[in-house]
């Protein structure tokens, strides 16, 4: 009798050990469940980085800071394709969506965005260089001119090509091995002076339009989107810096001409910026 009590007993321990695990278990699940949940519904914004579409002198590798020169019809036809693709209530950028736009000086830069489906006429706070390529989707974005995303200034490397410059060097006594992220330019900007204007640029950014919807309800945050129009080296940099990194380390991605970048943050935190190497497009679920 005392034998079966006993069994009886451990039974009865084995099996709350059992439900006790299954309840972890079933709580941990539920966990992150919930997680998942409310990082679906919580907000991250982004910002959207745009190099400029081709012009003569990114064909044929030609350093392009200050000179100004305007986009290549072809140039021209891939940035509306981009657009077209790209931007929309369905597409990776949703013009809703952004709260601020900050462009180049540069004509190249600013005919880039009045072709990408964003911007109207009435917006530009230029004269528009010819018909933008607007159907009208609501973007009450302000769009801002500023020198800090104004391309990297080659100074006396300004419209020749890497090895141009490196056979320059070559003549001049000095090391041919020239590179830009940790040599800078003569006569132009070096590292420093880049970071310096990036770093301004990024707080806004964060300070401004970036803090005050994070982590919020995608419902009540508002818009906390932003682009940046510009140019290939300081885009490069851009990333670079968004992530904390050093400009002397070299930045090991690209960003063709008229290409997209993605930079946001993980966990919904804006102590923790990334790069976002793929992205997918906007889904109302309440649709699908």
């Given at each position: 009798?005392?034998?079966?009590?006993?069994?009886?007993?451990?039974?009865?321990?084995?099996?709350?050990?059992?439900?006790?695990?299954?309840?972890?278990?079933?709580?941990?699940?539920?966990?992150?469940?919930?997680?998942?949940?409310?990082?679906?519904r919580m907000s991250t914004p982004r910002v959207f980085i745009v190099r400029h579409g081709e012009t003569?002198?990114?064909?044929?590798?030609?350093?392009?800071?200050?000179?100004?020169?305007?986009?290549?019809?072809?140039?021209?036809?891939?940035?509306?394709?981009?657009?077209?693709?790209?931007?929309?209530?369905?597409?990776?950028?949703?013009?809703s969506k952004l709260a601020h736009i900050y462009v180049s000086p540069r004509r190249r830069a600013q005919?880039?965005?009045?072709?990408?489906?964003?911007?109207?006429?009435?917006?530009?706070?230029?004269?528009?260089?010819?018909?933008?390529?607007?159907?009208?989707?609501?973007?009450?974005?302000?769009?801002?001119?500023?020198?800090?995303?104004?391309?990297?200034?080659?100074?006396?490397?300004?419209?020749?090509?890497?090895?141009?410059?490196?056979?320059?060097?070559?003549?001049?006594?000095?090391?041919?091995?020239?590179?830009?992220?940790?040599?800078?330019?003569?006569?132009?900007?070096?590292?420093?002076?880049?970071?310096?204007?990036?770093?301004?640029?990024?707080?806004?950014?964060?300070?401004?339009?970036?803090?005050?919807?994070?982590?919020?309800?995608?419902?009540?945050?508002?818009?906390?989107?932003?682009?940046?129009?510009?140019?290939?080296?300081?885009?490069?940099?851009?990333?670079?810096?968004?992530?904390?990194?050093?400009?002397?380390?070299?930045?090991?991605?690209?960003?063709?001409?008229?290409?997209?970048?993605?930079?946001?943050?993980?966990?919904?935190?804006?102590?923790?910026?990334?790069?976002?190497?793929?992205?997918?497009?906007?889904?109302?679920?309440?649709?699908?």
């Amino acid at each position: 009798m005392r034998g079966e009590r006993l069994h009886e007993r451990r039974a009865g321990l084995s099996q709350s050990i059992t439900h006790r695990g299954e309840l972890a278990v079933w709580k941990y699940q539920l966990l992150i469940l919930t997680s998942l949940l409310i990082s679906i519904r919580m907000s991250t914004p982004r910002v959207f980085i745009v190099r400029h579409g081709e012009t003569e002198w990114s064909l044929n590798g030609r350093h392009t800071g200050a000179t100004d020169i305007p986009l290549t019809a072809t140039g021209e036809k891939r940035v509306v394709a981009t657009g077209k693709a790209l931007v929309g209530n369905d597409r990776l950028i949703v013009p809703s969506k952004l709260a601020h736009i900050y462009v180049s000086p540069r004509r190249r830069a600013q005919r880039t965005l009045e072709l990408l489906n964003l911007a109207c006429q009435d917006q530009l706070p230029w004269k528009a260089q010819g018909e933008p390529a607007c159907t009208g989707l609501p973007c009450t974005a302000r769009v801002e001119v500023t020198q800090d995303v104004r391309e990297w200034d080659y100074g006396d490397y300004e419209g020749i090509t890497t090895p141009q410059i490196r056979e320059l060097r070559k003549q001049q006594g000095l090391d041919p091995d020239w590179d830009i992220w940790r040599d800078g330019c003569p006569g132009g900007e070096n590292p420093a002076d880049i970071t310096e204007r990036l770093d301004r640029l990024i707080k806004e950014i964060r300070d401004k339009w970036h803090a005050p919807v994070m982590g919020k309800p995608k419902g009540e945050a508002g818009n906390g989107d932003v682009l940046v129009v510009a140019h290939g080296h300081i885009l490069r940099a851009f990333a670079q810096r968004w992530v904390g990194k050093s400009l002397g380390d070299g930045p090991n991605f690209l960003l063709e001409a008229g290409g997209v970048g993605t930079l946001s943050y993980e966990h919904h935190n804006i102590d923790e910026p990334a790069i976002l190497l793929g992205g997918a497009f906007t889904v109302d679920l309440a649709s699908v």
